[in-house]
């Protein structure tokens, strides 16, 4: 049993998502350790609001790098305002820590812990500063549902294959049954997890085995569940029948997020991915022929051992080409125990950096025009409470995952009808439709 220690600082903002922090752990299998010394993972949910909350908090930072020092294998997180606010400095000036990430994205600290967990220094986005807002439900309609454990590739780069063991699928009753129970609680949006979700079900015994598409198709008639989300797929097994299942599956939403990695057909074979830049076009084709207006995103590391400049060129225009719906980028570092931290010709820190600036650029501003394509649509969203930088708006999200900052009264976890009238790179703005949403689906 892997074990977490959470401190929370803060306003009840931070309360609030230390919950869903503490209930998105238990869900993937984690007990709450009574000491920062018993756990595994050492988490901070961080305040900024004055320079006494920084000062405090850094106190408790270097006691788990203390700790870690004693245990390399402990993780340390930091989320919240502090981290929002330092971005990547959190890295440049506390090495130690594993990932960080801004306030609510509690959903990327899960997606960081089981898909190439605990691989990068990731640092994740959220889309505007909080201050203070009023105290929220903890969050009844979302669930996370763990598919598989585990990884069978050999990502150069990657600290979890030698972390975590051989890819297991779970038996597909006894998810369909903890789905079914989820509905019953009052979940409507579900989200499966795996480190390689998509070649779920390959290592069942022969009379159980299911494919990730016939288990999206179960999961799809669990009455009550009315979206249905996934985390992270492989390019290499991203195959026609799971493309098909979003354009079939009434629940299954319209956002696939497809990590590429690199732009360069010769940094993937050294990261061994195991696919070209042509063959990860070709998915990418493959998913706009079916789905042309599924929302896409990506993981990109920039850095990795050798990369030329016209490599990383290709990544850009790889990123131009695409149009990412958004996109989480990563500067490369080194793990322990994986092949590309023996590398030779690492790359120097600031030239690392250069080319993150240039591939944000092209993510945001590629992702802004792709978001104008929502302006004047009417979209359904799920409530998530009181907008964040506005308390009197609320904030929910659409079926394509971006997030929605809207006029409106309508209680978390209803569904409701926005039209949408204005689009950033991370979030569009609308006022909610008096058309009530068609009833069940
Ligand atoms: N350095 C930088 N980024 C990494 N990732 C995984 N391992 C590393 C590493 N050593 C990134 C990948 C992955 C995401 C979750 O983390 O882009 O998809
Ligand atoms: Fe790591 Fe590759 Fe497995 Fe993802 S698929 S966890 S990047 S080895």
């Not at 997890?193 to 299911?210: A, H």
């Not at 006029?407 to 439709?433: H, K, N, R």
Request: aromatic share 8%; with cysteine.
């Amino acid at each position: 049993m892997r074990r977490y220690h959470l401190t929370t600082f803060g306003c009840q903002m931070n309360e609030h998502d230390s919950e869903r922090i503490k209930g998105m752990l238990e869900a993937l299998g984690y007990e709450e350790a009574r000491s920062r010394a018993e756990a595994d993972l050492i988490l901070f949910n961080t305040c900024s609001i004055r320079e006494k909350a920084d000062e405090r908090f850094i106190a408790h930072l270097h006691e788990a790098h203390a700790l870690k020092r004693r245990a390399p294998e402990t993780v340390i997180g930091v989320g919240g305002c502090w981290a929002q606010s330092l971005k990547q400095e959190v890295f440049a000036e506390f090495p130690f820590v594993d990932v960080a990430f801004g306030p609510g994205q509690v959903h990327k600290l899960a997606e960081f812990l089981t898909s190439d967990s605990l691989s990068a220094q990731g640092y994740f986005e959220f889309e505007g500063f909080t201050g203070h807002l009023p105290a929220k439900r903890a969050r009844r309609y979302q669930g996370w549902v763990q598919v598989s454990v585990g990884c069978n590739c050999a990502c150069a780069y990657c600290i979890v294959p030698s972390t975590r063991g051989r890819e297991v699928s779970r038996d597909p009753d006894e998810l369909v049954a903890e789905i079914e129970q989820l509905a019953a609680d009052g979940v409507r949006e579900v989200t499966l997890l795996g480190q390689n979700v998509n070649s779920y079900g390959r290592d069942l015994p022969r009379d159980s085995r299911l494919t990730f598409a016939e288990l999206l198709a179960r999961v799809d008639l669990v009455p009550g569940i009315e979206r249905i989300r996934y985390t992270s797929p492989h390019p290499k097994d991203m195959r026609e029948d799971v493309i098909r299942a979003h354009a079939e599956l009434p629940a299954l939403c319209e956002h696939i997020h497809l990590p590429v990695q690199s732009g360069s057909s010769s940094v993937l074979k050294r990261m061994r991915r195991t696919y070209t830049r042509e063959r990860y076009l070709d998915r990418v084709a493959m998913i706009r022929e079916h789905l042309p207006d599924c929302a896409l995103t990506t993981d990109i590391i920039v850095g990795f051992p050798g990369e030329t400049d016209s490599d990383f060129e290709q990544t850009l225009t790889l990123a131009e080409e695409v149009g990412y719906d958004g996109a989480f980028t990563f500067i490369y570092s080194p793990r322990r125990q994986t092949e590309a931290a023996e590398m030779d010709d690492q790359i120097p820190h600031e030239v690392k950096v250069a080319r993150l600036e240039r591939l944000v650029e092209v993510i945001q501003r590629r992702a802004t025009e792709r978001a104008q394509r929502f302006v004047g649509r009417t979209l359904e969203v799920l409530v998530e409470g009181p907008s964040r930088t506005d308390a009197t708006r609320l904030r929910g999200r659409t079926r394509h995952n971006k997030v929605v900052n809207f006029d409106g009264l309508a209680d978390e976890g209803d569904f409701v009808i926005v039209e949408i009238t204005g689009a950033t790179s991370q979030t569009l703005s609308g006022e909610m439709s008096l058309l009530a949403r068609a009833a069940g689906r």
